[in-house]
C-alpha cells in the first residue's frame, strides 16, 4: 500500500519552460512534504517543504503548492535548466502525530533539455 | 565538513558476514534516521533516533538489523548474517527537531554476493 505516489516516472521539457512534477498522498494525517532532488550516486537533496497550514510556498524558481482536500501536491520550477535534470522525490511525514520518519513516492526523472 | 557523512561509500560481502555502516550526523541535529533504497525505488524507513534514544525501529526488516547512537551522534548499522535481499544503498539522515528538512548523505552501496 504505496502511502505516496509518483504516478509518472518521466517527464521531459524544454529549457527555459516551467517543470510541473506531482504528488498524491492517501494518509490525510501527514501534515508536512518535501521535495528533494537526486543525482546518480549522492544522497537526495533537500529543495523545498511545506506544512498542512499552508497552501503554496516559494523558494527562488521552486513552488510547492499543496491541495489538502485532493490530497495533492505538486513542485513547479521556473524556468528549468539543464542543471535541473535528476530524479526528483516527494516525501511526507505525520510529525504531529509524533512520527518525523519521512515516507517516499518512487521518484520522477526530470531531463530539461538545452 | 558540513553535511552527514557516511562510511563506507562502497561495501561487498560474503553472504552471511556481518557488516556494520557509519552515519556520521550534521553537528547539533537530534534527529538521525537510516533508509533503505532498492533500485529503482524512493528509499524506505528503517529506524529512527532522538539523540541517543531509538524511538522507532518499525522499517528493520528482520531482527538481523540492529542500529545503535550510544553518545547521540554518530550511528552505526549493523547487519548480521547478510542476505541477498539486503543489497541496496543504505541512506543516512540528520535533523533539527519537529517540522524540519531531513538532510542526507551519499549513501552506502552495500552488495551480497
Known amino acids: 500500500d504505496q502511502q505516496v505516489k509518483q504516478n509518472s516516472p518521466s517527464l521531459s521539457v524544454q529549457e527555459g519552460r516551467i517543470s510541473i512534477l506531482n504528488c498524491d498522498y492517501t494518509n490525510s494525517m501527514f501534515d508536512y512534504f518535501l521535495w528533494y532532488k537526486k543525482y546518480p550516486a549522492e544522497g537526495p537533496t533537500f529543495l523545498i517543504s511545506?506544512?498542512?497550514?499552508?497552501d503554496k510556498n516559494e523558494d527562488g524558481r521552486f513552488t510547492v503548492f499543496l491541495n489538502k482536500s485532493a490530497k495533492h501536491l505538486s513542485l513547479h520550477i521556473v524556468p528549468s535548466q539543464p542543471g535541473d535534470s535528476a530524479v526528483y522525490f516527494c516525501?511526507?511525514?505525520?510529525?504531529?502525530?509524533?512520527?518525523?520518519?519521512?515516507?517516499f513516492g518512487k521518484g520522477m526523472k526530470l531531463t530539461v533539455n538545452p | 565538513g558540513a553535511g552527514v557523512s557516511q562510511s563506507p561509500r562502497y561495501k561487498v560481502a560474503k553472504r552471511g558476514q556481518d557488516v556494520a555502516l557509519r552515519c556520521d550526523p550534521i553537528?547539533?541535529?537530534?534527529?538521525l534516521f537510516w533508509y533503505q533504497q532498492a533500485l529503482g525505488q524512493g528509499p524506505e524507513f528503517l529506524t529512527y533516533?532522538?539523540?541517543?534514544?531509538?524511538?522507532?525501529k518499525s522499517g528493520l526488516p528482520s531482527d538481523r538489523f540492529f542500529a545503535e547512537r550510544p553518545e547521540g551522534s554518530v550511528s552505526t548499522l549493523k547487519i548480521q548474517r547478510t542476505q541477498q535481499e539486503d543489497s541496496a544503498v543504505y541512506l543516512c539522515?540528520?535533523?533539527?527537531?519537529?517540522?524540519?528538512?531531513?538532510?542526507f548523505g551519499d549513501g552506502t552501496r552495500l552488495s551480497i554476493l
Open positions: 539522515a540528520s535533523s533539527l527537531k519537529g517540522l524540519q528538512p531531513q538532510h
Open positions: 516525501a511526507a511525514s505525520d510529525v504531529g502525530g509524533g512520527s518525523e520518519k519521512l515516507v
Open positions: 533516533f532522538q539523540n541517543e534514544a531509538q524511538l522507532d
Open positions: 553537528s547539533g541535529h537530534v534527529s
Open positions: 511545506i506544512s498542512s497550514i499552508k
